[in-house]
């Protein structure tokens, strides 16, 4: 007797459709993340707010597992160096100055910097720079 083996069907991954984030403060997050960071606000709706990064919806909802959160959401930018300026003048308090963390075969670099958002848990920027 052999065991049926299922058709195999390869999933086809898309982007990532949302990221959610427990915050303790719904209405101080919307607001940081709306001024400071300046996420479009797709709506809030109780105690979740919604964020538009780049067609990755972003959630934040309070509640009480706020500080169980141990992971960095990582937002693209195409120029890392005029972001980590302009969220500096915005009130992003940043861990260090952009840095290269990795030069890939082809010679492209990823550049990235870590701030914290209202709550101080990590965020980062990150970009890829094509080789001169």
Known sequence: MTAEVPERNDVRWGT??????????IAAAEAWYRDVLRLPHLY?????????CGGTRLMLS????????????????????????????????????????????????????????NEGRPLGIMCQVPPA
């Open 62 to 117: 309070a509640g009480e597992k706020a500080d169980a959160d141990s992971y960095v959401i990582y937002l693209r930018v195409p120029d890392i160096h005029a972001a980590h300026r302009e969220l500096q003048a915005r009130g992003a308090v940043f861990q260090a100055a952009p840095h290269m963390i990795h030069r890939h075969a082809d010679g492209t670099e990823e550049w990235m910097a870590f701030f914290g958002d």
């Open 44 to 52: 809030t709706f109780g105690n979740l707010a919604f964020f538009d």
């Open 16 to 25: 990532i459709g949302q990221l959610s984030r427990s915050v303790h403060d």
